[in-house]
């Protein structure tokens, strides 16, 4: 199974909403990924996940809040967020550096903020 | 801080054309590289990738791309472009022992009948 998977798949919140998107592999990987990307711009890294502990946040404003609940599992919370954070948010998951490894990325969770 | 371009960010081709598109980085160091696919609708797949050993990668679909260290690129070919081709195409870098992975801007590549 090299499938990453994404729910929901479109998502329309208000300003003042809380939501949380998922993302869920079972290939193993112990590292997990956020991307943001906008429409007609390539993904942009917002975390990352090593064996369940955050290892990078790309200076990602605090209304965007991941969560590694266990090894398979990414979920990324958001409230109060802005018609900006409008994009595709993108999950991907690989296995541990170092050494040789590529990322597979789920299908996106396509956000509109109103 | 790496960066990556990709050159082409708009290429139209007719079925049965050659097809290479740009990438160049900005790392002295050890890099992987990538190329990913993104057809209309889908996720990001890639294509293939380039760790160590012979500069000259095949990937999925009769995609290639050749790594020329000198030049600081990961160009990718495929001899002749089918229709079902057109999808947005992203060279990506790692650099190092890094997790992130650096995008291109991505080329938007046509293919018409």
């Known amino acids: 199974d090299t499938e990453v998977t994404q729910t929901p798949k479109h998502l329309v919140m208000g300003m003042t909403n809380k939501k949380s998107l998922k993302c869920e592999q079972h290939m193993g990987h112990r590292a997990m990924y956020w991307y943001k990307q906008k429409a007609k711009k390539p993904p942009e890294l917002m975390f990352v996940y090593s064996y369940e502990k955050l290892s990078i946040n790309e200076s990602v404003p605090s209304r965007f809040s991941p969560e590694c609940p266990n090894s398979s599992l990414l979920n990324l919370h958001l409230h109060a967020l802005q018609p900006e954070d409008s994009a595709l948010y993108l999950c991907a998951s690989s296995q541990v550096l170092p050494g040789a490894v590529e990322q597979y990325f789920g299908p996106g969770t396509r956000l509109t903020v109103t | 801080a790496q960066s990556v371009s990709q050159h082409n960010h708009h290429v139209i081709l007719s079925e049965a054309a050659s097809l290479e598109l740009g990438c160049n980085y900005s790392y002295g160091g050890t890099v992987n590289l990538f190329w990913y696919v993104q057809y209309p609708g889908q996720h990001l797949q890639l294509l293939l990738k380039?760790?160590?050993?012979?500069?000259l990668v095949k990937g999925i679909k009769g995609f290639e791309a050749e790594f020329i260290k000198s030049k600081f690129s990961f160009n990718l070919r495929k001899p002749s472009v089918q229709w079902s081709d057109t999808a947005e195409y992203f060279c990506a870098v790692r650099a190092g022992t890094a997790s992130k992975l650096t995008f291109g801007t991505g080329t938007r590549l046509q293919v018409t009948l």
């Open positions: 380039y760790f160590s050993g012979d500069p």
